[in-house]
């Protein structure tokens, strides 16, 4: 038997390229994560760069004098939501984790009034059956407060540690400031130091990347921002009327969260709080969060289409094991990076997985 060398080589080098890809794309994580301050600050700079052009097309400034007047204003928007923020969010995960308690008896009320209504004998369900029921629901509910309660003591032992927010926040604004003042130097030096072909080269591909995943990204939190704006809107209206909305910014911020999501939505949220509402009489409540929930539908609808110019392509198949892969290695957080890997997977590998990816490695060449 002849074993051709040239087809292995060749299967070899386009396994090796893979895999190399694949790694390259993991250390960019980890590096972005471990400068996760700078990340901040380019991302930002990206979002206030065409105000920068806008204002120096208008008043004729000088690049620095219009970046230094977007920055004070930028900085002073982001300081004054940081600090109402924080404080806010403490308050309200303080009292919640006081009140974790009465909420977990509660809920335990809520199940057994539930399964006491259910007609066993009709059903012909055995005792021990149900018994089992209750105790794996009783068992669920304090998995779902231990979960609540690790969360907010995190969240508060993180934004109570204020030398590492100072760090943090201070770092961030003095890369954001050199980035919007000196952009075009940098630039420069980045042509400078490295070969004209990789800069070229580089250069193609992020912004290809950039156009998908930029373009991904920018109309995800357009449509999520909006939707948080008008939960936190409603939400605090809610509790200022004196419905039962004791945390409207941490339901907001949830709310926000799991709208981010690929395939999940608001309804995730507000559709099991307002049946639950109902069914422990507090019908006010769920009929104003399912009013809430309608109003936000129909803005999302109207605005979507204006905003998501195109489809990313990827099946929602793909996008759930992504959501599950990302929530298996880093957690919550992971169920949204996940799909953003996916997508960078897929604009690295486009040719590739036009191809047809195992076609591509291992079929001869004719």
Not at 195 to 212: A, Y
Not at 279 to 307: N, Y
Not at 321 to 347: D, E
Request: net charge positive; with cysteine.
């Amino acid at each position: 038997m002849v074993i051709d060398m040239n087809y292995w080589g060749k299967v070899f080098k386009n396994i090796i390229i893979v895999l190399l890809t694949i790694v390259g794309i993991y250390l960019a994580f980890k590096l972005a994560v471990f400068y996760m301050p700078f990340l901040i600050a380019f991302i930002l700079s990206l979002v206030i760069e065409p105000i920068i052009k806008l204002i120096m097309k208008k008043t004729k400034l000088k690049r620095k004098t219009s970046a230094i007047i977007v920055f004070g204003l930028a900085f002073a928007i982001i300081i004054g939501l940081i600090v109402w923020g924080t404080t806010t969010i403490i308050t309200e995960a303080s009292k919640l984790l006081e009140n974790l308690n009465i909420y977990f008896d509660k809920a335990v009320e809520f199940v057994e009034n539930i399964i006491s209504k259910i007609d066993i004998t009709k059903l012909n369900i055995p005792e021990d059956v149900i018994t089992t029921i209750q105790t794996s629901a009783m068992e669920f509910v304090e998995v779902i407060i231990n979960f609540v309660k690790q969360w907010l003591t995190s969240i508060l032992s993180f934004l109570t540690s204020i030398p590492t927010i100072g760090i943090y926040t201070a770092i961030t604004f003095l890369a954001l400031y050199f980035i919007c003042v000196d952009r075009i130097y940098m630039l420069d030096q980045l042509e400078h130091h490295f070969p004209q072909q990789w800069v070229r080269t580089l250069g193609t591909h992020l912004r290809k990347l950039v156009k998908t995943l930029g373009g991904y990204l920018k109309a995800e939190l357009i449509l999520v921002l909006i939707s948080f704006i008008i939960s936190l809107i409603g939400l605090y209206i809610f509790n200022i009327v004196g419905l039962n909305v004791p945390y409207p910014l941490i339901a907001a911020l949830l709310i926000g969260f799991i709208d981010l999501l690929p395939i999940f939505g608001s309804g995730f949220v507000m559709l099991p709080w307002a049946i639950i509402s109902a069914f422990t009489g507090d019908i006010t409540l769920g009929v104003s969060i399912l009013i809430l929930w309608a109003i936000m539908s129909i803005v999302r609808q109207f605005v979507e289409p204006k905003i998501v110019s195109g489809q990313i392509g990827i099946h929602p198949i793909f996008t759930l094991i992504a959501m599950y892969t990302g929530y298996k290695f880093i957690g919550i957080l992971g169920m949204v990076i996940g799909p953003i890997v996916l997508i960078i997977i897929k604009n690295v590998f486009a040719t590739l997985i036009d191809k047809g990816v195992f076609k591509t490695i291992f079929e001869r060449q004719t």
